[in-house]
């Protein structure tokens, strides 16, 4: 029986991955330098990536980018990001998950600063029992301790939860704790590989909630 439901956020509620890397490639361009997208896309859905942006732009600059510059780049992001709308069939999912008396939580590897005023901002803060962010645990994706976290504070068990992932490290996050997934690639994430998956879609407004849930196994 599905009983909860456990959303990512970046890419996935609100379209956040693009402006991150617009920003990023703002400041990349300044320098004349060029970000590589082969790169950027090891980032996406994780806070413990190897490859990162700032040494990679210092090393290629020969100096380490200042506290300022740094701080100038992520308030572009912010300002970009404040301008986003949710994602369509967002509200109509949240919507119908209320209706169906589920849970929500939130399952992110950003801050719980970043999520949680994006949510306030969309009037969203109060519709999540759980707010589970990089800030909860040791490791983010793809490890399945933001999953295992989420899935404790709704108190429900892996396999009366479905997931939903914008991102391969995500899909592989929620399906190491054993938890269902739906896969909606955005335009970052789309030539990833889906395939362990339980359902890709092109977007959350492809389908109903129901349909989608039936699709899932529920």
Known sequence: ???ALIFDFDGLLV?????????????????????????WATTIG???????????????I???????????RFARETEL?????????????LDAARAQGLALAIASSSSAAWVLGHLRRHDLAETFACVITRDDVARTKPDPELYSAALACLHVGADEAL???????????AKAAGVRVVAVPGPLTRDGD?????????????????????AAGF
């Open 15 to 39: 379209d956040t991955e693009s402006t991150a890397l617009r920003s990023w490639q703002e400041l990349y361009d300044a320098w004349g330098q060029a970000l590589p997208l082969d790169s």
């Open 62 to 72: 020969g100096r380490a980018l200042t506290d300022d510059e740094l701080a100038e």
């Open 46 to 60: 994780t806070w413990d990536a190897r490859w990162d942006p700032a040494t990679d732009l210092s090393e290629r």
């Open 1 to 3: 029986m599905l009983r």
């Open 81 to 93: 990001a404040l301008a986003l709308p949710l994602l369509p069939g967002v509200r109509a999912h």
């Open 194 to 214: 889906f395939s362990a998956a339980d359902v890709v879609l092109g977007s959350l407004a492809d389908a109903t909630p129901e349909a989608i849930w039936r």
């Open 163 to 173: 997931a939903y992932e914008d991102s391969v490290l995500g899909v592989a996050a």
